[in-house]
């Protein structure tokens, strides 16, 4: 594959808190993303990765790093310079209840893209491209004429996901678009993501807490551990021999329908980002930690092809969750 | 496990509602704020006398007559009495209304969009622009509106839009603060930072997006604003600053009132109850419009 | 066992602007001492409608009518009829004899009073304690949920804490009194993935200790798995299938369940790259216009017009404990 579509390097941001100090929410993050592909990006709240989706898509700037986009260096762009280069980058949000305007039509928030970066569209040709897109989404055409509070939080997802697709984006960066939903209508909106993406060919930036569901959708991951990338893989080399005890917990945190297992617990909540522990950042929920880790921040490291891990102890070797699945017989 | 690929067939149509359904709330809870609706009333019947009165009248506002000077009022041919040089009381409380209303409504347009447009700027850049924009609102606030207003007044000529302009730069202030709040914890919000992604221009961000979400709060301070004017009008008219005689307003009728407060009470007191009811009027609909458009009080998700 | 809550034709009807709604229709269970029942479904299935009739948490009559019967059965053997009770009684049975926690703590928990203060005023309410006694209870409890620094965190605020913290917070105030059963309304979902399988972990474990009930409502079947002895799957307002746990994820009859069951995302999803989940199309039905027969006709792959479009169909019997709402559930297989 030729040039990749994004790529980003020891991109940062810091915020000043109070006392003088120093939140970073990102923390020297690097990674590319090729022309159509999923990069997962998987974390708990804290971890950084909706930031990071934010400072990717510039809507916020980054405090020291680049930003490589089709080729242009989009790290320092002005807000107007940006406006050009959005209509290839889009964003879908978590709550779709929040992200939508209440008070204008499916339309109106469909039309807004349109306006914007194809001008010269008339009326006629708008509306029929709206209810081309709502359809690509499974929605009714005349969808277009109502209002957000008239749909279920699953349509308005799908709304949502029309905003972003309707001028036919290059990159989307996809924010927690599901864990917001009910299962059930989760899978719906997953299913619809991969549909859109094989007939598109887009590139998305899927953010997620729940590794299952990225799993399901990327075609590689990165872990995200207070701003930080702690292992970065191919999707099945990442669930078959994970290389990071974070990885590890994140998959035995998962809930599975083969029920009750040993699992790893992680002992309380992510350190505040304001005074991340020294050394390896996750020596102080690791069961594998020794004194060693907390002299300094390990790097991150190539162990396999593709396959990089920022760990003191590479010699660990760590639970897979395609070995020990509970045997369950499949539906359908 | 099949492809289970959700398709427009599948999804049935949502429940339709009219789209104002979601505001129905706010225009009931309104109705039944009896207060704001004593409010709207006194301003409506108000309004519609200053503007309708005079023509009924059969006494012109200069006329002079000196055969029936200090007529008490509810007694003889002046409803409301007349003043030292025989002019219909009634006529000049309503003429004088027109200006005071104007006056009033004028300068709480003027200021709102000054206000607003000083909020807007000031929430949606933020940084050392808003710092500065802000920090001056706070310099013009700790002036005490009254004294800035005399101040103002000492140093142009009096006239109804002078005063106007006088008033409205007492009165911003408070619309801009509120403004800016909003403006700034909206665009946190996920709609305007949606907008930005799309790559909308600021002008759009500003004015599509954020301000039809600060309109309730705008509309109150804008109604309470009105009120301000009105009595800040009146003081400087009273003092002397205002608007001059023969042009009659509310608060220029006081002060010709005071040298007969007690040979003839009523040039006093009907020009104060009237600056009474349309005041509170302006508050109790203020107030009224803050309960009603309040949203947390809607219980739509 | 003995049943310690026992729920026959719950009903619950709402009289609102648009109508009247029908939120809860026929609910039936028995909850046994130390049994964790999970009540499951979409939005709008009734799941928390349930069990905030059941707790005489919905106001009162006109707008919100109830009817049916509940039976509490209390430490002492006393059985408390809940949905006629005096609300004076009706409140010691709240936070006493049945502690509730919910998705979001901050909903509950009173944002401008100290934690531990939260805590002490349900004790000091339901037992007879000196302040002081109270206030040591209220350390050991938040001690006991797992909050490191306990007594720091008692005279913290609600919204200084984390929302796994938070969730801890309320575990701990919901079983200040030992309550007999614990009523948990998504308690998970809001969390991240790591902590849900946290305070899973914790409800489980005081679980065994105290030997309570648990009416645990989700939406997501994986989480059932976890926590689950019983499953009871609503669907527009009733059940449409009730099994014990394992029969339930390894043979269930009704399609609806088979669908939720389909929808989790697994781990060993991944060797399927490009496949897709088994999602169940369309959206819960408006509860003002559910469709005639089996309301979940319209997303039901195995539908007939003959009888699913006509007939609302009853309960089942299948086997011992296991009922299903299904008119074709011998002919199909799910």
């Known amino acids: ?332 | 496990m099949s492809a289970v690929a959700p398709s427009a067939a599948e999804l049935p149509p949502p429940v339709l509602a009219a789209p104002s359904a979601a505001r129905r709330p706010a225009l009931r809870r309104f109705m039944r704020h009896r207060l704001a609706m004593f409010g709207l009333v006194a301003i409506i019947v108000l309004v519609v006398a200053c503007a309708l009165g005079p023509y009924l009248s059969p006494y012109g506002p200069l006329t002079i007559d000196l055969r029936h000077r200090f007529q008490p009022p509810f007694e003889g041919r002046h409803w409301l009495g007349s003043d030292q040089l025989g002019r219909d009381l009634l006529v000049r409380l309503l003429l004088a209304g027109r200006i005071s209303l104007t006056v009033g409504f004028a300068a709480m347009g003027l200021s709102t969009a000054v206000g607003v447009v000083i909020g807007l700027v000031a929430g949606f850049y933020g940084g050392w622009v808003g710092t500065a924009l802000m920090r001056f609102v706070d310099a013009v606030l700790s002036f005490p509106a009254i004294f800035l207003l005399l101040t103002l007044a000492a140093l142009v000529s009096p006239g109804v839009l002078t005063i106007t302009l006088i008033v409205a730069l007492t009165a911003w202030m408070e619309v801009a603060r509120v403004v800016e709040g909003q403006v700034r914890s909206l665009r946190e919000r996920d709609f305007a930072i949606a907008a930005e992604a799309i790559g909308v221009s600021d002008a759009h961000l500003m004015l599509r997006e954020l301000l039809p979400n600060i309109m309730a709060p705008i509309v109150v301070a804008a109604t309470l604003n009105v009120a301000r004017a009105i009595l800040l009008e009146s003081y400087a008219s009273y003092l002397g600053y205002g608007i001059q005689p023969p042009t009659p307003s509310w608060g220029n009728m006081l002060n010709n009132a005071q040298e007969y407060l007690t040979s003839a009470p009523w040039l006093a007191i009907f020009p104060g109850a009237v600056i009474t009811l349309a005041v509170t009027g302006f508050n109790f609909l203020g107030d009224g419009l803050r309960d009603a458009l309040d949203p947390r009080l809607d219980v739509h998700r | 066992m003995t049943d310690v809550l026992m729920v026959e034709d719950l009903a619950v009807r709402f009289r609102g602007e648009s109508g009247v709604v029908d939120a809860v229709e026929g609910v039936s269970f028995r909850l046994r001492e130390g049994e964790t029942l999970a009540i499951v479904g979409e939005s709008s299935s009734g799941k928390s409608v349930t069990a905030l009739a059941l707790m005489r948490l919905l106001g009162g009559p006109p707008n919100c009518v109830v009817r049916g019967r509940a039976t509490f059965m209390r430490q002492d053997g006393e059985a408390l009829a809940l949905l006629s009770l005096p609300e004076t009684r009706m409140a010691s049975v709240r936070g006493r004899d049945v502690g509730m926690i919910f998705q979001e703590p901050m909903t509950s928990l009173n944002p401008v009073h100290r934690i531990g203060a939260q805590i002490v005023e349900g004790l000091l309410a339901h037992e007879r304690l000196s302040p002081r006694a109270a206030e040591k209870r209220a350390v050991a409890l938040l001690d006991h949920v797992g909050i490191p620094e306990p007594a720091l965190r008692a005279r913290a605020f609600p919204h200084q804490l984390s929302g796994g913290m938070r969730q801890r917070a309320m575990i701990a105030m919901a079983l200040a009194c030992r309550p007999r059963v614990l009523i948990a309304d998504e308690p998970t979902t809001a969390l991240d993935v790591t902590i849900q399988a946290q305070i899973l972990e914790l409800i489980r474990a005081l679980q065994h200790e105290t030997g309570m009930s648990v009416i645990f409502i989700t939406h997501n079947l994986g989480v059932v798995a976890e926590v689950a002895d019983r499953v009871l799957v609503m669907y527009a307002g009733q059940v449409v299938e009730d099994a014990p746990v394992d029969v339930l994820l390894h043979r269930p009859q009704m399609p609806y369940s088979a669908g939720l069951i389909g929808s989790v995302p697994r781990l060993d999803d991944v060797r399927r790259r490009g496949g897709r989940l088994a999602a169940i199309p369309g959206n819960v039905p408006d509860p003002n216009t559910r469709p005639a027969g089996c309301t979940f006709h319209p997303r039901c792959a195995h539908a007939r017009p003959d009888p699913c479009e006509t007939a609302r169909p009853a309960l089942e019997y299948v086997s011992d404990g296991h009922t299903v709402r299904c008119a074709r559930w011998r002919e199909i297989t799910v």
């Open chain 1, 1 to 332: 594959m030729n040039s990749p579509l994004l790529q980003v390097t020891d991109l940062a941001k810091h915020y000043p808190v109070a006392g003088g100090r120093t939140l970073r929410a990102v923390n020297g993050v690097s990674f590319t993303l090729r022309a159509g592909e999923v990069l997962g990006v998987v974390g708990e709240s804290g971890s950084g990765k909706t930031t990071l989706g934010r400072v990717v898509l510039r809507l916020t700037p980054p405090s020291a790093g680049e930003i490589v986009f089709r080729g242009q260096d989009v790290t320092h762009l002005s807000r107007r310079a940006l406006r050009k280069v959005r209509r290839h980058m889009q964003l879908v949000f978590q709550d779709p209840y929040a992200s939508l305007n209440p008070r204008m039509s499916v339309e109106q928030i469909l039309a807004i893209p349109l306006q914007v970066h194809e001008p010269s569209l008339g009326r006629a040709d708008r509306r029929s491209r709206i209810e081309e897109m709502l359809r690509t989404v499974g929605l009714f055409a005349e969808a277009a004429d109502r209002y957000p509070h008239e749909f279920s939080g699953g349509q308005r997802q799908r709304i949502g996901i029309a905003r972003a697709l309707i001028c036919r984006p290059e990159l989307l960066v996809a924010d927690e678009p599901v864990s917001a939903l009910d299962v059930s209508v989760q899978a719906q909106v997953v299913n619809l993501l991969l549909d859109l993406r094989e007939r598109l060919g887009l590139s998305i930036l899927f953010i997620a807490h729940d590794i299952a569901v990225v799993g399901m959708i990327s075609d590689r991951i990165a872990v995200m551990y207070l701003g930080r990338v702690v292992e970065i893989a191919d999707t099945l080399s990442l669930f078959n021999r994970p290389r990071h005890p974070y990885t590890e917990a994140l998959f035995s945190a998962v809930p599975d329908l083969g029920g009750r297992r040993d699992r790893i617990l992680l002992q309380g909540d992510v350190p505040s980002p304001v005074s991340p522990p020294s050394g390896c950042p996750f020596r102080t929920r690791c069961r594998y930690a020794e004194p060693d880790c907390a002299v300094e921040v390990p790097s991150l490291v190539e162990r396999s092809p593709g396959h990089l891990a920022a760990c003191h102890r590479p010699e660990l070797v760590l639970a897979s969750p395609l070995s020990d699945v509970a045997p369950l017989p499949r539906l359908r």
